[in-house]
């Protein structure tokens, strides 16, 4: 290597963010920069952004530099780049709060520019959770909704990003599928019959492993879906790989928070037998006749009934809590319970369980119709196909099972979201408050 | 990034432009679940009063010869009355009342032709007679898939008799047409000058958080009334004052506003 190699090599650059041009969207700045700081969080970004200038690195490659500087550059950024020398401390660690313009910054191993730690701003406490803010692009206009406006803007939402909410949630139950076919394969060759006692153990724990991996995944898929939904309606930018990515930090938190629900809410019918264990005796001591006990039994059978619908719709909302609020077990609940239960407007139907009930009977009879219309293919296979091919038909069958699934639950999910939203726009006022930004 | 509503745009000879927001699959199911329950109610009618007259009609009769009708007939008259609320439902109210229905209604939803006219008894009778393919096998499965793929969202039936069904504009006209009542607790030298440079968007967000604030959580009501009058007071050179709480200043602001430009 000769010597002005080794100097062009040597050679770093100091990139710093000074402003933005005028016109860009810092929504869209946040998004390119969280691409290339994919550790640091949203809100760590627009924190920095709004203590510019924002040393972004300076110990880059010419390479590096002019990578970055053309990519921010596209975006709206007003970067300054200076040569510098690399720095002779190693990084200090992200936990370390530096000021982000005086932060040693270097690349890491993988070679991506590493940012400085952005220390959390001293705000004083209003009442309201920074985090919890949505981010609303300014170009986009949305306002509270009616039960049939929240389902004709899922429906344009999904015909409009068809491809990254199917495939978000075809992930999972593909998987699953094919999982399951595998499985069948696998089991239907005989080795049932031949099975050691190794064997079954090994089979046993490779069946609970597989359950686990298909649980986990369900739940990412679950969260990247309402990443995705709510970027896009909000107006930003997303892909599949963003919407994953972006579930990552908090997968470990909605797993914990929905595991904690699923055993509140098994709990309740446990309780509720219990319950009527106790009173049972009691009614038969009390010596009602028997259509009364009947009565009496029903009634309190409505009663734990409808004690336990309202149980799930009070955490109906939690798994969106726990995405876009980032708030995780008990408060995830109390939150969810809350926005529920919060009057927006007057009215029997139009509080926020009947509400979420109706969109919940619609979201199921749209999702019968899209089942019933992928059950035609594999009705007309079975009808024109020979029985020879009737393997064929089966898999059609179930391949189709699969994408409806799909779509079904997209669709619902969806409006559920657009619902949790809904309330959050009727009791918080977010679309004021950006536009009240911009007055 | 999610575009504004669908819309269709109409341009008549004389270049006058009418534009109309498409009903979507929600409010379109909305609309049908509330029409099927109208035509439950109808059906349930109708079966109510034949079996009344199959029980009661031959006891009044003295000639004998209703008696002598087997209660079948009856039953089949019922079916006939039943096939023709079924088909007949969508397709009479449709004619008759422009384009709605009861349930249509309900949702602010109308049927109108592409071109932006009422439809008539012929396209009623295309788009409802052609409902049953859409809904082949129940639950609108055809009508669904081609309503995705539409532009229009028009199912089937809506393609075939040239509709398009549209909410209707009245929605857009605000709700709460009161003026605000002002106290006159603002006393600002120039106020009617920096009134003079409150832009008609400014004067509707501030107007729409006043309309929404009493079903908002408090902190956040509290916080935005600071944010808007703030923002206001900064433009216009004015400090915060004790006296006034920020709701009230943009009450005053309002209420002065619209007085002076008669605004709604």
């Known amino acids: 290597m000769t010597q002005s190699a080794v100097s062009a090599e040597a050679k770093r650059f100091a990139i710093s963010l000074t402003g933005l041009k005028p016109g860009t969207v810092p929504e869209d700045l946040v998004v390119a920069l969280q691409s290339i700081f994919p550790r640091k969080t949203v809100e760590q970004i627009r924190g920095a952004l709004a203590r510019l200038p924002l040393l972004l690195t300076r110990s880059a490659t010419e390479e590096q530099a002019q990578k970055v500087k053309g990519f921010l550059e596209s975006k709206g950024a007003i970067l300054r780049l200076v040569t510098s020398t690399p720095p002779a401390t190693p990084t200090p660690p992200a936990s370390t709060a530096r000021s982000p313009s005086t932060a040693p910054i270097a690349p890491s191993r993988s070679g991506v520019v590493e940012a400085a730690a952005v220390p959390k701003r001293n705000q004083p406490y209003t009442g309201i959770e920074r985090r919890a803010k949505p981010r609303l692009h300014p170009g986009i206009s949305i306002h509270p909704m009616g039960i049939g406006e929240i389902l004709d803007r899922s429906f344009r939402l999904l015909r409009q990003h068809f491809f990254l909410f199917f495939f978000i949630l075809l992930i999972p139950q593909g998987t699953f599928f094919l999982f399951n076919k595998g499985s069948q394969i696998f089991l239907g060759g005989g080795v049932l019959q031949d099975m050691t006692a190794g064997m079954g153990i090994g089979l046993i724990v490779s069946v609970v492993l597989a359950v686990l991996v298909m649980m986990i995944l369900q739940f990412w898929a679950q969260g990247a879906l309402i990443h995705a939904v709510s970027e896009t309606y909000l107006g930003h930018a997303t892909s599949l790989a963003t919407s994953y990515g972006a579930m990552r930090s908090r997968l470990g938190r909605l797993l914990g928070t929905m595991f904690l629900m699923g055993i509140l809410i098994v709990l309740v019918p446990a309780l509720m037998g219990i319950a009527m264990a106790i009173v049972a005796p009691m009614l038969k001591a009390m010596s009602l006749s028997g259509g009364k006990q009947i009565i009496l039994t029903m009634i309190l059978l409505l009663v734990g009934a409808v004690w336990f619908l309202n149980l799930l719709l009070n955490w109906l909302l939690v798994d969106k809590v726990v995405v876009l609020e980032g708030k995780s077990w008990g408060s995830a609940l109390r939150r969810s319970k809350e926005l529920m239960n919060t009057r927006t407007e007057q009215g029997f139907w139009k509080r926020p369980k009947n509400k979420a009930g109706l969109i919940l009977l619609l979201g199921f009879l749209i999702g019968v119709g899209i089942h019933l219309l992928f059950q035609v293919p594999g009705f007309l296979s079975q009808m024109f196909l020979p029985m020879s091919l009737g393997g064929v038909t089966l898999t059609l069958q179930q391949v189709l099972n699969v994408i409806a699934n799909s779509l079904a639950t997209v669709f619902t999910a969806i409006a559920m979201i657009l619902f949790y939203y809904d309330i959050r726009l009727r009791s918080e006022g977010f679309d004021l408050k950006a536009m009240a930004e911009h007055l | ?264």
């Open chain 2, 1 to 264: 990034m999610e575009t504004a509503k669908e819309t269709l745009k109409i341009h008549t000879p004389e270049h006058v432009g009418f534009r109309y927001v498409l009903a979507g699959l929600g409010t379109r199911s909305s609309a049908f679940l509330l029409d099927t329950i109208v035509r439950g109610l109808f059906i349930l009618f109708i079966f109510l009063a034949v079996s009344l007259l199959a029980r009661w009609l031959p006891a009044f009769d003295p000639t004998g010869i209703l008696a002598a009708i087997p209660k079948s007939w009856f039953f089949a008259l019922g079916v006939l009355a039943y096939g023709v609320v079924d088909l007949g439902y969508f397709l009479i109210f449709e004619a008759l009342w422009s384009g709605q229905t009861p349930g249509k209604r309900m949702q602010n939803l109308r049927v109108i032709r592409v071109n932006g006219q009422p439809i008539g008894w012929l396209e009623s009778s295309i788009r409802n007679i052609l409902r049953a393919v859409d809904i082949l096998l129940g639950f609108y499965p055809l009508g669904l898939f081609v309503m995705f793929l539409s532009s229009r969202s028009q199912r089937i039936g809506d393609y075939a008799a040239g509709t398009v069904v549209i909410v209707e504009r009245r929605r857009n006209v605000p709700m709460d047409r009161t003026r605000l009542r002002t106290t006159s607790k603002l006393n600002l030298p120039e106020l009617d000058v920096h009134l003079s440079t409150l832009e008609p968007k400014q004067y509707q967000v501030i107007r729409s958080f006043l309309q929404r604030r009493q079903v908002m959580n408090r902190a956040h009501r509290s916080e935005l009334a600071r944010l808007l009058a703030r923002r206001l007071m900064k433009r216009w050179g004015i400090s915060p004052s004790a006296d006034i709480s920020d709701e009230t200043f943009l009450e005053e602001v309002v209420g002065i506003y619209e007085r002076s430009r008669r605004a709604i």
